[in-house]
């Protein structure tokens, strides 16, 4: 009996390991990224400090590296990536962010290193440009 459904579920196991297509990408990008960023980090890191320092207003500006030459995001990478580090508590980066009572959890930390996993998708057009958001969490 067991063995009538193993085929499905090597299949559905291999369709699991399939790279997400460009709208689950983006939606995922929308839905969960871009919220999480706007809430938590967008408040300082929205281009008023002075390069090099993160700017996460859009795309172009976050794939940027530091002034130590490291990349604040690399993508299919979360482990060199300062975002990651600098969000995650235990990390490697001196200052943990966000530098208000109000940390990410381990859910949007997850979030984040997923996306940066899986490429860090993130528009070009106008849905990728993000502004500081207030949130109930964040005030």
């Not at 979030?111 to 005030?139: C, F, H, T």
Request: with cysteine.
């Amino acid at each position: 009996m067991i063995l009538r459904f193993l085929p499905l579920l090597f299949i559905a196991t291999a369709c699991s390991l399939w790279p997400a297509s460009r709208s689950q990408r983006e939606h995922y990008f929308l839905t969960e990224v871009k919220p999480v960023l706007q809430q938590h980090c967008l408040r300082c890191h929205n281009g008023s400090l002075p390069p090099p320092s993160l700017n996460l207003t859009t795309r172009a500006a976050a794939l940027k590296r530091s002034a130590s030459g490291r990349d604040y995001i690399l993508p299919e990478d979360p482990d060199c990536s300062l975002l990651v580090s600098a969000v995650q508590r235990g990390g490697t980066h001196p200052k943990m962010m966000p530098r208000t009572e109000v940390s990410l959890t381990d859910d949007q930390i997850g979030m984040l290193r997923e996306w940066i996993e899986d490429g860090a998708y993130w528009p070009d057009d106008s849905r990728g440009v993000l502004r500081a958001q207030k949130s109930a969490e964040n005030p």
